[in-house]
């Protein structure tokens, strides 16, 4: 399961911060203990406590004391936000860059995007 070059502890605050993103993990939603996180993917709790303090940290995480962590509110929307901010810089202009390079103009791109007729192009579509 945690096999990227990251640190686990890294693999799994992505894994959450993935699942509050794709609201999997809604707010206010009572997050796994450490305990079950460690039994469940066979790792040290102090691993997974390390990437829940980073999540508490961040804001998007929070704890009731003995009840356990949960999901901060405008958790997903903080998400939300900062992935917005970075995507034009981190994906589009590369891609735009690169798309440039092989010669398709930005009509061809806006085409692609809208699609043949007009509408625009989705990940379910593709």
Do not use: C, W
Request: aromatic fraction near 8%; charged fraction near 25%.
């Amino acid at each position: 399961m945690f096999d990227g070059p990251e640190p686990i502890y890294v693999q799994i605050a992505q894994m959450i911060r993935a699942q509050v993103l794709a609201g999997e993990l809604k707010e206010e939603e009572q997050v796994m203990s450490t305990t079950q996180f460690a039994t469940t993917f066979r790792i040290n709790p102090a691993t997974a406590q390390k990437a829940f303090a980073g999540l508490v940290d961040e804001g998007l995480l929070y704890k009731r004391r003995g009840l356990g962590m949960f999901v901060a509110p405008g958790a997903r929307e903080r998400l939300l936000d900062e992935h917005r901010k970075s995507y034009f810089e981190d994906v589009l202009k590369p891609a735009l860059q690169q798309a440039d390079i092989l010669g398709i103009s930005t009509d061809d791109v806006v085409a692609y995007v809208l699609g043949a007729d007009g509408t625009r192009t989705t990940t379910e579509e593709s």
